[in-house]
Each structure stands twice: as C-alpha cells, then as structure tokens.
C-alpha cells in the first residue's frame, strides 16, 4: 500500500514543472506577503526553503477583511494579502483546490511534494518533515508495523519510561497493565464534555472494580495547562501518561483520535478492540463491558427493542422531570406534545453555525406552525451557562428542555449528537424519523413537513418533474471554457446572481463554476427579438461562437 502511493505521488511530481516562489506568491504590483502583525515579508524570505501553500478558510469563508485579519492572526507564518484575490484565484487554479483545507508542499527547488499535505500532517505530525515521498513511504511503512506488532508496551511506552502514574504521582510499570482490558481514555481536563464523560466513567470503572473484572484504564492527557491535568488526574481513580508526555500526540494519531469523549479499547493482547466506545459507556454503563463484538451484538439487540418500543414519555420523561419550558419559564407537560410530530434543535448560542443557522429555522417553523396544528419543536441546549441559555431562548418561538436538566445528556447519548447544529425528527407515535432533519428542511424548507420518507419521496419525484424538458448540457456567456452539466446539487452560490441554490445546477465540475437553471437558461432578449427580426431563428436552438443559445424556459430560483 505505502509502495503504491509513492509511486503515484512520483508519476505525479514527474509530470509537474518546478514552480519559481517569487513568481507564485507575488503581483505586478506585489512582492511582498504580510504577517499577522500587519508588517511585510519579501517573498524572497522563502527562497531555497520547503514552502507550504496552505488553503483554508474561516467559518465565514473569509469574504471580508475583518474575518480574514481575525482568522490570520492565530497563524505564525506568512500571506498573500487579503486585498489579491488575483493570485489566490490563480494559486487556487494552478493546484485544483476543490476543498478546504488543502494543504500544497513544495521542496526548496520549488518542486510539488505532495498536494495531499493535510493529510500527512494529520497521520505524522511533526514526523512528516521533510515531507518527501520517500520519508513519507517510511513512515507509512513504520505505522502498517507498528500496527501489526501492537502490544500494550508498544502503545505506552517510550525510549524515556516504561511506566503510567496514578493519582498520587506514583509510577506504575506497565507491563504491570499487561494481560488485561485496558480503556485508553483521550482527556482534556478543560473540555465540559470530556469532564462529564469521565464522571459517567469513573462510575462504570468502580462497578467493574467490585464486581473482580481484570479492566484497567489509562488517561491519554491532552491539556495544555499543567494545572488542568492535575485537577484531572487528581480526581480519576486509574491511571494516566504524564503530562505532555510524547506518547500522548502519538496516539492521536495512531488511534485516528477526533473527537472528545474517546476511549479506545485494548484487548488482553494489547490488540486494538474498539477505536471508541464512548457512546456504549453512556448509554449502557458497565453492561458494555468487555467490549467485544459480541457483546456489541448483544446490545444492538437491546437498542433495537427500545427503538421498536420508543414513545415521547419514554424518552422525555424522566422521573419528575415530565415537561419542557416555553417562554418565562411556564412548563409545558410532555403529555400535551404526545401525538405531535416533533423537531429537537440541538444548538448554542456559543456556535457560530447554529447562529446562522437558527433564523432560518424559526422562519421554517412559523411557515409549518401556520399550516399545521400537529407539529412543535423543542431547544436542547449546548451553552454552557444560564445567562447564555436565556438569551439565546430568547430568540427562538418554540419550547426548550431546561437548562443544565439530565435530559440533555441521555437525549444527546441516543441520537449520537457529535456535532450542532443537529435536528432530529419524531413522528406522531413517538419513533425517530430521521436524525438528519436539518439537511432536509436546509434542501426544501417547510415542504419537508412531517419529514417522513413517504414526503422526501414526494419531493424527489416534483424535482424531477421540474427538470423535465430541461437541456442536459449548456455553455454560457459567462463560462464559455467548458459545457455545464445538470447536475443535483444540494447547496451552492450561484456565479450569476450570487444568490444560492438547491437541487438542481448547471455545473462546471472541472472549474467549479455553478449557475441556477433560471440563470443559466435564460435569453437574451434583445438578441432575440433581433434574431426574430432577421429571420434566422427558425430552430429550437442554434451554435453561435461555440455557444448555445436556447429557448426561455419558466424556471423557479429557489431561495434558502
């Protein structure tokens, strides 16, 4: 496997021309690149050094100089100024960025190493300098074995120590460890998530403790405060690499760690069992336990019985805990809700994606709540504070799960929320409909009330009604290098009216370049009535200029 990519990576860079940095990087009327600080680079600082053209973007996509200034000033290296888009457009073309973050290296001949830059950072690290292909078929060569001779000293030991501490400081060997189930526990002693996992597991470890079971666990610290990993540490009952210890950043990306809370499992072997069972130990406590695919299947089989049986008292009700909140704090029973088809929005105020994301859904929600009696949606928040909470429920029209309630917790453990925003949908009889709700009502908006598959099937079939009699290919004024194709498309901002689009788009795949039908099918008027004129336009379309020009078709251009 490592031989094969690097004799693709060769073929690739053999067919590429070195590239002159100063010629790259400058303008007519630029040689220089800027620092966070505001100060200048000449370009020529990068001459005769490996350079990486790093591509990537803020959140808000850096259309403005504010977010570009705020999103720069994080970043150590240089830039090409905000103000050239005409280089980044030429840079962006030159090496076929089609996504974000792309990461290009280029040694000090100017040479492409490898345009997949990012993704070596991610499984190397520091260890993928210099970024050759050769060093990077090493190291690939070194993980595949690394691999295959996992052991339990392999994983926790280094050249420097052969031991994990625990909680009064004391050093544990680790071939003490050797022969059990070991739950490897990536922490950040900061992270509110991560904090409330580790209560959830220090529970199931004690169960499993008393009950005899040969089940260790240790910490793979990743705080950047020494002072939150002794708090951490302090208050676990098992044991933990040292702080900043080198292992920890090796495993990372060893276990391809990505999201907290994460606890891969060990085999006795010192085998990888599991990559994560986070969501096994909060949902089902010690009774995952050994963590084995059978003992998965088994509670697969559990999960699938509850989803069968699954109400909306079964899942919000709990204990004394039977309502939700409306504005001013006046509690809705759950029993009035039952029988509703029912939206739960994860988000928070802290979220910059929920933000942008929560107007158009309250716009959504009043356009279903005007048509439809049976339908209410329910706020679970992620803020981390009353006063944030409060606002932030301010804003919305619908019902809330109060602040800081348990529920938060096990609704977020049995849809697997990893991420906001996120809607789920729940029909009449209290079953999950979808867990992606937020993709549908992003795609068709109210129309996608009551967010069945029979309605999404509905759906489908007026999309396809509604390209009927459209061409399959067009050229455009605005995009005479290549014919756009009528494509399916989810979202995308249309380079015409610089509006943006859903479901259909004449695209460019090769330039990324999109236009909505309306856009892209609509006449010229005037050439028309020209044409008409002289007599010359007696066919449904004619080639003019390597251009097609076709008849006017009544095309709605969605809207978000």
């Known amino acids: 496997m490592a031989e094969q990519y690097v004799n693709d990576v060769e073929k690739l860079l053999e067919a590429s021309d070195s590239h002159d940095i100063r010629s790259l990087l400058s303008s007519p009327l630029r040689d220089y690149l800027v620092r966070n600080s505001g100060d200048q680079a000449k370009t020529d600082v990068l001459k005769g050094k490996t350079v990486g053209l790093y591509f990537s973007a803020s959140w808000r996509a850096d259309r403005d100089a504010e977010s570009f200034n705020k999103y720069f000033s994080k970043m150590p290296w240089v830039a090409v100024p905000f103000s050239d888009s005409d280089t980044r457009d030429k840079l962006r073309d030159l090496f076929s960025v089609r ?31 210099p970024f050759t292909p050769q060093h990077v078929k090493e190291l690939k060569e070194q993980d595949e074995v690394a691999r295959r001779d996992q052991s339990l000293t392999s994983i926790l030991e280094s050249h420097l120590r052969n031991f994990v501490i625990s909680n009064d400081g004391k050093e544990m060997p680790v071939t003490e460890l050797e022969g059990k189930t070991i739950g490897l526990h990536f922490s950040l002693s900061s992270f509110s998530e991560s904090v409330v996992f580790t209560e959830k597991l220090v529970k199931v470890y004690n169960e499993l403790k008393e009950k005899g079971e040969s089940f260790e666990i240790v910490t793979v610290p990743l705080d950047i405060a020494e002072e939150s990993f002794n708090k951490g540490l302090e208050g676990a009952p098992w044991f933990s690499l040292p702080f900043k210890d080198s292992k920890c950043e090796k495993l990372t990306r060893h276990f391809k760690f990505s999201t907290f809370p994460t606890l891969v499992i060990l085999g006795p072997d010192g085998k990888t069992l599991h990559l994560n069972v ?40 709990s204990e004394e805990q039977d309502f939700v909140i409306a504005k001013d704090g006046i509690k809705v029973p759950v029993s009035d809700l039952v029988g509703k088809h029912i939206l739960f929005y994860f988000s928070a105020h802290w979220c910059p994606p929920c933000r942008v994301f929560t107007p158009k859904l309250i716009e959504i929600y009043h356009n279903i709540k005007s048509k439809y009696d049976g339908f209410e949606l ?15 429920f301010n804003e919305m029209p619908w019902l809330a799960v109060p602040f800081g309630d348990t529920r938060k917790a096990s609704l977020s453990t049995l849809f697997k929320i990893r991420s906001i925003p996120k809607l789920v949908a729940i029909e009449t009889t209290g079953k999950t409909i979808t867990t992606e709700a937020q993709d549908l009502v992003m795609l068709h908006g109210a129309d996608t009330y009551p967010f069945t598959e029979q309605r999404i099937r509905e759906i489908e079939v007026e999309h396809e009604e509604m390209a009927k009699g459209w061409p399959q290919k067009v050229k455009h004024a605005l995009h005479m290098k290549h014919e756009m194709v009528l494509t399916r498309y989810r979202i995308y901002l249309c380079h015409k009216c610089a509006k943006d689009g859903k479901v259909w788009a004449f695209r460019c795949e090769e330039c990324n370049f999109d236009l909505h039908p309306e856009c892209a099918l609509e006449e010229d008027k005037e050439s028309k009535e020209e044409d008409i004129e002289k007599g010359e336009n007696s066919k449904e379309g004619r080639v003019c200029d390597g251009g097609v020009y076709l008849k006017s078709l009544t095309v709605s251009c969605q809207t978000p």
């Not at 190493?113 to 993928?128: A, K, N, P, R, Y």
């Not at 986070?278 to 963590?291: N, T």
């Not at 706020?379 to 409060?390: A, E, G, P, R, W």
């Open 278 to 317: 986070a969501d096994a130990v909060k949902e089902h406590g010690s009774l995952a336990y050994p963590f084995t695919p059978k003992k998965f299947s088994e509670l697969e089989e559990i999960e699938k019985a509850k989803r069968e049986n699954q109400t909306l008292e079964s899942i919000l009700v």
């Open 378 to 392: 329910i706020f679970i928040s992620f803020d981390q504070d009353q006063t944030s909470f409060d606002e932030y």
């Open 99 to 129: 996504g974000l973050p792309h990461l290009v290296l280029l040694d000090e001949n100017g040479k492409v190493l490898t345009s997949d830059g990012v993704q070596i950072i991610e499984d190397h690290g520091l260890e993928g300098y």
